[in-house]
């Protein structure tokens, strides 16, 4: 079945850690990658996105992605986290050129400790 | 000013009641969506519409129907409410352009309990 798979659920670390996130997705043909993030009792707001070129991304926040073709993957990545970055991300796929709705991932909940 | 904006925020409700929640965009764009958040944080596409006309409909009991009075509205009633239809509700918006995607932007959810 396609899907998009997040394979860290939750993920617990101190402030000035790095952090990665796995995004995997079964989907074949041209895809589209995002991440959102949702701060809690918040909106899903848009991290990066991957269209095409460049296959690392770089979003808001200090947070950037790379698109591995070869690897079906699209993992998030920040060097430094910060307190304020405690939240729920998820990782999201459409396929071009139709088909706009988001497929996501099961999410990620991120809790940053002092 | 808000670009996706929902009404209301937090709706409780009992069980066999019929509700909508309304969603409004000022971004300009031509395509809706209505997403699902269930308990345990999963989102999944429920209903989108381009420039009024339905164009996903996911495997969704018919007790809930979207309605789209025009480009900037999509509105979701739902009929029978059922304690499985606790859930948070984010509608959403983007441009459709063919052979390119666009960004989707989010409102801030509806908060639906159904007791």
């Known amino acids: 079945a396609q899907s998009v798979s997040q394979h860290n659920h939750h993920v617990i670390l101190s402030e000035a850690a790095s952090l990665e996130l796995g995004c995997n997705y079964s989907?074949?043909?041209?895809?589209?990658l995002f991440w959102y993030v949702q701060y809690p009792g918040q909106h899903l707001q848009l991290l990066l996105k991957?269209?095409?070129?460049?296959?690392l991304v770089k979003g808001i926040k200090g947070f950037e992605a790379e698109f591995i073709k070869s690897k079906f993957s699209f993992n998030l990545r920040k060097p430094s986290v910060q307190w304020s970055d405690t939240a729920e991300y998820f990782c999201?796929?459409?396929?071009?050129?139709?088909?706009?709705?988001?497929?996501f991932g099961k999410g990620t909940s991120l809790l940053v400790t002092p | 000013d808000t670009a996706v904006s929902q009404t209301p925020k937090y709706l409780v409700t009992q069980m066999g009641n019929d509700k909508s929640i309304k969603c409004e965009q000022n971004?300009?764009?031509?395509?809706m969506y209505w997403y699902k958040q269930d308990s345990k944080k999963f989102l999944k596409i429920m209903f989108s519409y381009n420039n009024k006309e339905l164009i996903i409909n996911e495997t969704v009991p018919n007790r809930f129907s979207p309605k789209s009075p025009d480009k900037a509205h999509l509105n979701l009633h739902i009929n029978s409410l059922e304690l499985g239809d606790s859930a948070v509700y984010f509608c959403a918006s983007s441009l459709m352009r063919r052979e390119v995607q666009e960004t989707q932007y989010f409102g801030p959810g509806t908060r639906l309990l159904v007791l």
């Open positions: 989907y074949g043909g041209t895809v589209n």
């Open positions: 991957y269209f095409s070129g460049d296959p």
């Open positions: 971004l300009g764009h031509d395509t």
């Open positions: 999201a796929v459409t396929r071009s050129p139709s088909g706009y709705a988001l497929n």
